[in-house]
């Protein structure tokens, strides 16, 4: 069973940059692609970015070309990094893995304006 433990958030100005991070453990890393989701203040979690196992990458039309997705597979980390950030960007940033089916318990990403 993967445990996910994300890292990374905080509050920023916009137009900054953040990266998160999310550490596994328990389970073979490599085994699954890792996504990122994100959840704002009354709204639906939606996608934000996958990884495959591959390093293939894929992302929302909203965060395309400023949001990078990357994972250390050594280090059993998938990593966010954002840049020129906006306020619509505030949200609980949560990893998931599609192959395990497990969350993680998110990190509060806030981007003043």
């Known amino acids: 069973q993967v445990q996910l433990v994300e890292s990374g958030g905080g509050l920023v100005q916009a137009g900054g940059s953040l990266r998160l991070s999310c550490a596994a453990s328990g389970s073979p890393f490599t085994s699954s692609a890792m996504a990122w989701h994100r959840q704002a203040p009354g709204k639906q979690r939606e996608w934000v970015a996958t990884?495959?196992?591959?390093?293939?990458?894929s992302y929302a039309g909203s965060v395309k070309g400023r949001f990078t997705v990357s994972r250390d597979n050594a280090k059993k980390t998938v990593y966010l990094q954002m840049n020129s950030l906006k306020p619509e960007d505030t949200a609980v940033y949560y990893c998931?893995?599609?192959?395990?089916?497990?969350w993680g318990q998110g990190t509060q990403v806030t981007v003043s304006s």
């Open positions: 998931y893995s599609p192959f395990y089916g497990r």
């Open positions: 990884i495959s196992t591959g390093g293939t990458t």
